[in-house]
């Protein structure tokens, strides 16, 4: 850990050296760090792994056709507290259907249709994100074809 106070920049403090496998005992020396620093606001809180839950909501219909794990329900809470900024980012990185036997490619314009209001998408910005899900799906994971 790098103090860069000496390079103009008072408080800012930089991790380098780090490999992946110690992200978690780097994350905990950065906030010990950080809080020697800087007093928290409040008592320390235990850190969870556990898979995230979504509210329950037996009336909404999932995403998929093929696997009701998923619900519309779940796209909407996700969007709305979670941040994300792209199809593919709600998809793969916040609810987990990119990661499914499909990848989701069917259900794009559903899932997009469904957070539309939410994120602030128009018409056309709904037709753009699926179309650029689709081009993720095809660059990166070699998944073709334009079935609706």
């Known amino acids: 850990v790098h103090d860069l106070a000496s390079a103009g920049l008072p408080h800012v403090f930089a991790m380098t050296g780090g490999v992946i496998m110690t992200s978690r005992s780097g994350g905990a020396e950065m906030a010990q760090l950080v809080a020697s620093k800087l007093p928290p606001s409040r008592p320390p809180q235990p850190i969870s792994f556990a898979t995230r839950k979504w509210p329950e909501n037996q009336?909404?219909?999932?995403?998929?056709?093929?696997?009701?794990?998923?619900?519309?329900?779940?796209?909407?809470?996700?969007?709305?507290?979670?941040?994300?900024?792209?199809?593919?980012?709600?998809?793969?990185?916040?609810?987990?259907?990119?990661?499914?036997?499909?990848?989701?490619?069917?259900?794009?314009?559903?899932?997009a249709e469904a957070v539309a209001e939410t994120l602030g998408w128009s018409p056309a910005d709904v037709e753009r994100e699926v179309a650029t899900y689709r081009r993720v799906l095809a660059d990166r994971h070699l998944l073709r074809g334009q079935s609706r």
């Open 59 to 111: 009336n909404s219909p999932p995403l998929l056709d093929d696997d009701g794990e998923i619900k519309i329900s779940d796209l909407r809470f996700a969007a709305q507290n979670e941040h994300p900024r792209h199809l593919h980012d709600l998809l793969f990185g916040r609810v987990g259907v990119g990661w499914s036997r499909t990848m989701g490619r069917d259900a794009a314009d559903r899932a």
